[in-house]
């Protein structure tokens, strides 16, 4: 087993552009994932996550009839089915993710693969070396704070302790 395609997971359920961010939320829920392909008739058009709509929807106080391609990644990594699975996990390292969308030639869904399907069915060499490599610290980007930034350790921005509902 070392392509994609032997490990993967076939008939992934997918978004449309134009679904709401709470459709693809209580999509997430029900298939207990966090991000969703995002695809227009078929083909792979972008990437939403819990996280993206935390923060480009949620965040932003927009309405939520908010539609996914307003929210979802669009520089979206990808493999194939026939690529070799070193490939996969090297593109895993490189954005940082956990998931892959693999695509055919026509760049149609075909399926996902998980650092999970590398660790329980495949080399799990490879798995500890990709789950190591994603799982390196970024430094916070901390250009934009925003008000809800608070004191850093958590606690109330003045220093004084918050006061309880009630």
């Known amino acids: 087993m ?3 395609s032997d490990v993967m997971t076939r008939g992934v359920r997918s978004m449309s552009p134009n679904d709401s961010i709470v459709l693809a ?6 298939l207990n994932v966090g991000s969703m392909p995002v ?14 709509i935390a923060i480009r929807s949620v965040a932003q106080e927009r309405p939520l009839d908010t539609r996914l391609k307003d929210v979802m990644s669009t520089s979206v990594r990808w493999c194939t089915e026939n690529a070799p699975l070193e490939d996969a996990a090297k593109l895993m390292c490189q954005a940082q993710v956990r998931r892959l969308p693999v695509v055919d ?12 399907d590398l660790a329980t069915k495949a080399d799990r060499e490879v798995a500890a070396e990709t789950l190591q490599s994603i799982s390196e ?10 008000s809800a930034s608070g004191a850093a350790g958590g606690g ?4 004084q302790p918050s006061r309880s509902p009630g």
């Not at 030639?105 to 999970?116: D, E, K, N, S």
């Not at 610290?137 to 925003?146: F, K, L, M, T, V």
């Not at 109330?156 to 220093?159: E, F, I, L, M, Y």
């Open 25 to 30: 939320a209580q999509a997430m829920d029900e």
């Open 39 to 52: 695809c227009e008739d078929g083909r792979l058009v972008g990437m939403v996550t819990d996280r993206d």
């Open 2 to 4: 070392n392509r994609v």
């Open 137 to 146: 610290p970024a430094e916070p980007d901390r250009s934009g704070i925003s």
């Open 105 to 116: 030639q026509a760049q149609t869904l075909v399926g996902m693969v998980a650092l999970g």
């Open 156 to 159: 109330s921005a003045s220093g």
